[in-house]
């Protein structure tokens, strides 16, 4: 079966810009995670979407960066004046539900903001 | 607030001999999960093993076993047999049970195998 697909698979923008990142989650996964993946600082966990619940945003890491689930499934990340420091591989990760919590990775969007 | 941590870098092994990653964390919970994840190129996560807390036996798949240590808080990788395909980053996750179900992960260890 499909897995988590992301798209774009890599985009560059300039400093200032908005970017919009997509993921669509496995189907009928109901939890939805964001992460980001930087050289300095690591992997780190960004947002969480658990159903109709409201997300845990406790990862965001300024009020530029923002995330919303379309019917409890596609969802878009939206990073608003992209600083260079914004510059990372950003993952999106499904699983089935909380109790079970195995999560499955997208490829990622890889974002070079110039 | 959890941490995990891999003191190496870097690890490399010869193909078909045996390579250990190690991983140590840190939390105040007595319920939790911890994983290892292979990331090769392609940048996709892939989940390679996961333990339990509340287990006491080491999870085991195929190659890859674990040596979960409780009290020291310590959780380890072995590979065994190793082969060209398992070079890869190799991190360290950890995830509560309860509340947010977010994983904390570890600098990572990159592996390569020498043919």
């Known amino acids: 079966g499909a897995g988590v697909s992301q798209s774009p698979s890599n985009k560059v923008t300039e400093k200032g810009k908005d970017v919009e990142l997509r993921c669509d989650p496995i189907?009928?996964?109901?939890?939805l995670y964001w992460y980001r993946q930087s050289l300095g600082q690591g992997l780190e966990f960004l947002i969480y979407?658990?159903?109709?619940?409201?997300?845990?945003k406790s990862g965001l890491p300024s009020d530029r960066f923002s995330a919303e689930r379309t019917g409890g499934s596609v969802s878009t990340l939206t990073i608003q004046r992209t600083q260079q420091e914004d510059s990372a591989v950003y993952l999106c990760?499904?699983?089935?539900?909380?109790?079970?919590?195995?999560?499955?990775f997208g490829p990622g969007t890889r974002l070079t903001v110039l | 607030a959890q941490t995990v941590t891999q003191s190496q870098p870097e690890m490399s092994v010869q193909e078909a001999e045996t390579v250990t990653l190690s991983c140590t964390y840190d939390t105040s919970e007595s319920d939790y999960y911890l994983f290892w994840y292979k990331q090769p190129p392609s940048r996709q996560m892939i989940l390679v093993i996961r333990?339990?807390?509340?287990?006491?036996q080491n999870a085991t798949e195929n190659r890859f076993s674990v040596n979960f240590q409780k009290a020291a808080k310590s959780f380890s990788l072995k590979i065994s047999d190793s082969q060209l395909g398992d070079a890869a980053m190799y991190f360290c996750a950890y995830m509560n049970e309860q509340g947010a179900q977010k994983l904390v992960f570890g600098q990572g260890t990159r592996l390569t195998i020498n043919p």
């Open positions: 990760a499904s699983s089935f539900s909380q109790t079970y919590n195995e999560q499955f």
């Open positions: 189907s009928g996964h109901t939890a």
């Open positions: 333990q339990e807390a509340y287990k006491q």
């Open positions: 979407f658990q159903g109709n619940s409201a997300p845990d």
